[in-house]
């Protein structure tokens, strides 16, 4: 293991290791040790890293507040506090988004829904913008303060750095802001449809978003709100399951790749 200050392949790996089990190692070069969490965003934790992934992973998955997940990790032995719990997802689940959205760069079809659906920040009404294409794929999401021709713009570029292509279709409900905008960053060789019924696919999509949102009773700060819309969002795209070619999925395969997405994703997450 290379040395994470000076990067000098002349590390030793010394017998002891941290209270939370890591090894230690002994750099010859700057005269330094360092153990197997060091320089990684988890290095200041005081609890084992799969058990503050699993309680990020609760809290975006489930409908938990800070305090049943505190209640969740007492039973399993770790004494937190909710204010822990908070803290954890402050850190940890831009890190979540980041990796899932890295991960499924690329990889959209070329029909785009896009709408956008309310949220209560500090009891005012935000505007969560959402976009899916054909099949279900999450494209991105996007928390504004207003609903303009300047969010649109900012969204609609969020979606073509996040999907490297233009869309062949773009439907939409018959909000003015969305024709210039399109026109604008996209071009005007696409196909935009204008229909509040052509989009029901994308206003069925709301209702996940909406299920998680509404026992959170609102959001105090807008901030913490685009985080966890955007985990959120992320999180369930990569778990849920795709039909392939309209087949049915049996409850056994559901639970399967579930387990199996769910291992690959916490372990990316640690490494």
């Not at 190692?25 to 799969?50: A, W």
């Amino acid at each position: 293991m290379s040395c994470p200050r000076c990067w000098s392949e002349s590390t030793l790996r010394r017998r002891d290791r941290t209270c939370l089990g890591f090894r230690i190692y002994y750099c010859r070069n700057c005269k330094r040790r360092f153990n197997e969490r060091t320089s990684s965003p988890y290095n200041h934790l005081q609890f084992p890293t799969d058990v503050v992934l699993m309680a990020v992973l609760w809290r975006l998955r489930y409908k938990l507040g800070f305090r049943d997940v505190a209640e969740l990790l007492l039973q399993r032995g770790f004494e937190v506090s909710y204010e822990t719990i908070r803290s954890w997802e402050y850190q940890f689940a831009p890190l979540v988004s980041t990796k899932l959205r890295s991960k499924r760069r690329g990889r959209v079809g070329r029909s785009w829904y896009l709408d956008e659906t309310y949220v209560k920040v500090g009891g005012r009404w935000c505007y969560l913008y959402r976009a899916i294409d054909r099949d279900g794929n999450l494209l991105d999401s996007m928390l504004s303060e207003k609903r303009d021709k300047h969010a649109a713009r900012r969204f609609l570029r969020r979606l073509l750095d996040s999907a490297e292509l233009k869309p062949l279709r773009v439907t939409t409900d018959k909000h003015p802001a969305y024709t210039k905008a399109v026109r604008w960053i996209i071009g005007r060789r696409i196909t935009h449809r204008h229909s509040q019924y052509l989009n029901n696919r994308m206003e069925q999509d709301h209702r996940h978003i909406k299920q998680r949102y509404y026992p959170m009773l609102g959001f105090k700060q807008f901030d913490s709100a685009s985080r966890f819309c955007t985990a959120f969002d992320e999180l369930r795209n990569y778990l849920r399951v795709r039909k392939s070619k309209g087949e049915q999925v049996s409850a056994s395969d559901r639970r399967r790749i579930f387990s199996d997405k769910w291992t690959t994703l916490m372990a990316e997450l640690a490494a």
